[in-house]
């Protein structure tokens, strides 16, 4: 089974400045879907980026960015420019491509606090 | 377009007593999730349906739990009887099926308090 490890419970970063959020998984297969969700406090998973596995060039949607890293498992993002409302939960999760394998599996999430 | 809609949003009840969350995902979606998220957890996957089957109910405890989708299009996840470690945020999602739907749409979720 497939299994998604967040080793930061807890981030801060000044606003304005960047912060790096760590992601590494496990999995046997080649090809998969990798995703970062922010959880604000309304509780709503919003998808804030995604990279397939079999694409080398790093995912990128305006300050967001992601380093995947396939040989070692491990898919960190990257917010630049942090804002105040970037503040909230944010969870990696894993997905399978294989047919019937369709769920997302997530880690347990690191709280990003901006300090104004 | 409408995201996907839960109800209630907050319910508190005493243990032993049944418990039920609504979900209706975004028209056209043939894929429905129902996920929970403990606190401090990420979410857990209970249940997922192909239109109107459930194709993958692994994780759903099924002595207390169950859930049904009529038509393919709303489903209910009901609890009974809830016990304390019920307490949790029960999420619907739902998604397209096939290539290039990856993405799942997420609810705002269900908060439970078993006392």
């Known amino acids: 089974a497939q299994t998604v490890t967040q080793s930061q419970p807890e981030m801060s970063v000044q606003e304005a400045e960047t912060v790096t959020l760590s992601c590494t998984y496990d999995t046997s297969e080649s090809d998969y879907y990798l995703f970062w969700y922010k959880q604000p406090p309304s509780r709503q998973m919003i998808l804030v980026i995604r990279?397939?596995?079999?694409?080398?060039q790093n995912a990128t949607e305006n300050r967001f960015s992601v380093n995947f890293q396939k040989a070692a498992k491990s898919f960190s993002l990257k917010i630049s420019d942090s804002q105040l409302g970037d503040a909230a939960m944010y969870f990696c999760a894993y997905r399978s491509k294989q047919g019937g394998s369709e769920k997302l599996v997530f880690g347990k999430g690191t709280k990003l606090t901006v300090n104004p | 377009e409408a995201g996907v809609v839960q109800s209630p949003r907050y319910k508190i009840i005493e243990k032993k007593q049944p418990v039920a969350f609504w979900c209706n995902p975004i028209?056209?979606?043939?894929?429905l999730y129902w996920y929970r998220q403990n606190l401090g957890q990420g979410p857990e996957l209970l249940i997922r349906?192909?239109?109107?089957?459930?194709?993958?109910d692994s994780q759903l405890p099924k002595d207390r739990f169950s859930a049904e989708r009529l038509k393919g299009v709303d489903s209910t996840l009901k609890i009974q009887p809830a016990e304390l470690g019920d307490s949790a945020v029960y999420l619907c999602a739902s998604s397209l099926r096939g290539p290039g739907h990856e993405k799942l749409f997420f609810g705002s979720g269900t908060q439970l308090s078993v006392l």
């Open positions: 028209s056209g979606h043939n894929t």
């Open positions: 349906y192909e239109n109107e089957e459930a194709v993958d």
């Open positions: 990279q397939e596995a079999y694409k080398q």
